[in-house]
């Protein structure tokens, strides 16, 4: 049989290690959503810029009426080569 010293000692032992488990617990998950959160304003911030530069693209193709995106439905192939051809 275990003696009431080595009863305290596990005990004491095993309480310390859960509260150490639930401190870290806390640490990891607190540096995890600032982490997150770090990461979503970084991708707001990304999809800003995306839309800023789509923005740019569409006035600036609008002021000549020639679209030189391939992408867009309104594209010409024709109207852009006039272009080119008028600039030259």
Do not use: C
Not at 12 to 17: E, S, Y
Not at 55 to 78: A, N
């Amino acid at each position: 049989m275990a003696s009431s010293t080595v009863n305290v000692v596990r005990y004491t032992a095993l309480l310390t290690g859960v509260f150490y488990g639930i401190a870290h617990r806390r640490t990891l998950q607190k540096a995890h959503d600032e982490e997150k959160l770090h990461h979503t304003i970084h991708e707001r911030e990304h999809l800003i810029a995306q839309a800023k530069e789509a923005w740019k693209k569409r006035q600036e193709s609008s002021k000549d009426g020639v679209v030189t995106d391939p992408e867009d439905p309104r594209f010409d192939l024709e109207k852009l080569f006039a272009k080119w051809e008028s600039e030259s």
